[in-house]
């Protein structure tokens, strides 16, 4: 279904599953038009047609967000198919641990490729375009991780704090150039989605022992719909930080205390 000429419109990565599916969902309910992406075709085109089902204007854009070239296309065919883009979710991303010095430099690249990588490919593929039409709002979707660090996250944490400093940089350069673009960046805690599930069964113990903690809340976590629920809330109140979970506010003041301080990195095995 086609979208109609003054429908909204919003571009959504990682959209197949967990907060991408729940954001595509509740846009949907509130008429949005959709442009879905994910790497999963058929995972994809599964929740098209679900939308589609209940009368939604979806296109579904397998695509791989490692490769500028399938983000350019994704773009192109957001703007083909649904005119405009009001909102732009850069919400795919990945996990990955162990110790950070064992850990071959091939996982730091992917991690980095698809969680803030894919990021800057969308934003140069998108801005130009967003500010042209005249309005438009950008959703970068990070972490608690990209507020606080903890041990044997270090791929993860390194794209994530990436995302929040490039997202705090672009709310910047916008303002400085007057272009009419809202910023958000998103940063919950444990979500129960299956982005823990491809973690590791061998390693350290102290590492196995993380992901089973991780694997643990993240099940127990925030559901991706009440995750969707306050990201859209923070973006119709135009909020730069959008934090679902009370503790990485906590997490945040706590480091930049530190910092201030002058405290090193302390740590201690939980009882």
């Given at each position: 279904?086609?979208?109609?000429?003054?429908?909204?419109?919003?571009?959504?990565?990682?959209?197949?599953?967990?907060?991408?599916?729940a954001?595509?969902?509740?846009?949907?309910?509130?008429?949005?038009?959709?442009a879905?992406?994910?790497?999963?075709?058929?995972?994809?085109?599964?929740?098209?047609?679900?939308?589609?089902?209940?009368?939604?204007?979806?296109?579904?854009?397998p695509?791989d967000?490692?490769?500028?070239r399938?983000?350019?296309?994704?773009?192109?065919?957001?703007?083909?198919?649904?005119?405009?883009?009001?909102?732009?979710f850069?919400?795919?991303?990945?996990?990955?641990?162990?110790?950070?010095?064992?850990?071959?430099?091939?996982?730091?690249?992917?991690?980095?490729?698809v969680?803030?990588?894919?990021?800057?490919?969308?934003?140069?593929?998108f801005?130009?375009?967003?500010?042209?039409q005249?309005?438009?709002?950008?959703?970068?979707?990070a972490?608690?991780?990209?507020?606080?660090?903890?041990?044997?996250?270090?791929?993860y944490?390194?794209?994530?704090?990436?995302?929040?400093?490039?997202?705090?940089?672009?709310?910047?350069?916008?303002?400085?150039?007057?272009?009419?673009?809202?910023?958000?960046?998103?940063?919950?805690?444990?979500?129960?989605?299956?982005?823990?599930?491809?973690?590791?069964?061998?390693?350290p113990?102290e590492?196995?022992?993380?992901?089973?903690?991780?694997?643990?809340?993240?099940?127990a976590?925030?559901?991706?719909?009440?995750?969707?629920?306050?990201?859209l809330?923070?973006?119709?109140?135009?909020?730069?930080?959008?934090?679902?979970?009370?503790?990485?506010?906590?997490?945040?003041?706590?480091?930049?205390?530190?910092?201030?301080?002058?405290?090193?990195?302390?740590?201690a095995?939980?009882?």
């Open positions: 279904m086609a979208a109609t000429p003054r429908q909204q419109a919003a571009v959504i990565t990682g959209a197949a599953s967990g907060i991408g599916r954001l595509a969902q509740a846009l949907a309910a509130q008429g949005y038009a959709l879905l992406a994910d790497i999963d075709a058929e995972a994809l085109e599964t929740a098209r047609a679900a939308l589609a089902h209940n009368g939604a204007s979806v296109v579904a854009v695509t967000i490692c490769d500028a399938q983000i350019a296309h994704l773009c192109d065919e957001s703007f083909r198919q649904l005119g405009r883009v009001d909102l732009l850069n919400n795919a991303g990945v996990l990955a641990t162990g110790r950070c010095w064992e850990l071959p430099p091939e996982v730091f690249d992917h991690v980095m490729r969680n803030l990588w894919s990021v800057l490919h969308a934003l140069r593929c801005v130009p375009r967003m500010a042209a005249g309005s438009g709002h950008i959703v970068n979707v972490s608690m991780a990209g507020l606080a660090v903890g041990p044997w996250l270090a791929p944490t390194l794209s994530k704090q990436a995302v929040v400093a490039l997202s705090e940089g672009l709310a910047l350069e916008l303002q400085a150039a007057g272009l009419p673009l809202g910023v958000s960046v998103v940063c919950p805690g444990p979500v129960a989605t299956g982005i823990a599930a491809g973690l590791d069964q061998g390693g113990q590492v196995l022992q993380m992901n089973g903690a991780l694997r643990g809340g993240i099940a976590g925030m559901t991706p719909d009440a995750v969707a629920r306050c990201i809330d923070g973006v119709r109140a135009g909020r730069f930080w959008i934090l679902p979970h009370e503790q990485a506010a906590h997490a945040a003041l706590a480091r930049a205390q530190g910092i201030a301080a002058g405290s090193a990195p302390s740590f095995f939980p009882d």
